[in-house]
């Protein structure tokens, strides 16, 4: 009789939460950055400061997306195989978005092209992480 011994459940659910850790981070960085810049356009706008409406719309897109980027990660990393899926998918998709955004002369002052790619910074090692094989060894399909 030949047996293998896998890992049990808690096993697997422990180092999944410990893969997970520096994604998550990096997730609520890029959260906080997000939401920091929709702050600062906030107050300086309550000032008499005008921001041209593509600034707006652009930061506003972007924490929309981090908040999107946190959930998915927080899933993935409760052992959801789906979220993860996402997250390999939509997160290299999001730092292409931002280094075409932050790479067009003349499309955002340099500040937000600054924030931009930071963020971009932010969510490059996510997508590095969650695509290497041995998260996909996490979230191997049961036999």
Known sequence: ?????????ETVASSRRAAFRPVLLL????????????AFLGVASATGIGFETAIWIRCSL???SAVVVLA????????SRGAWVRLRIISPIIVAAVVVIVSIPGFLPDWV???QALCGLLLLPVAILVNLPRMRALFAPKA
């Open 1 to 9: 009789m030949n047996t293998t011994l896998s890992p049990s459940p």
């Open 27 to 38: 997730s609520w960085a890029f959260v906080a950055v997000s939401a920091a810049m929709i």
């Open 62 to 64: 972007v924490l929309a």
């Open 72 to 79: 998915i990660a927080a899933s993935a990393a409760r052992g």
């Open 113 to 115: 092209r600054l924030e």
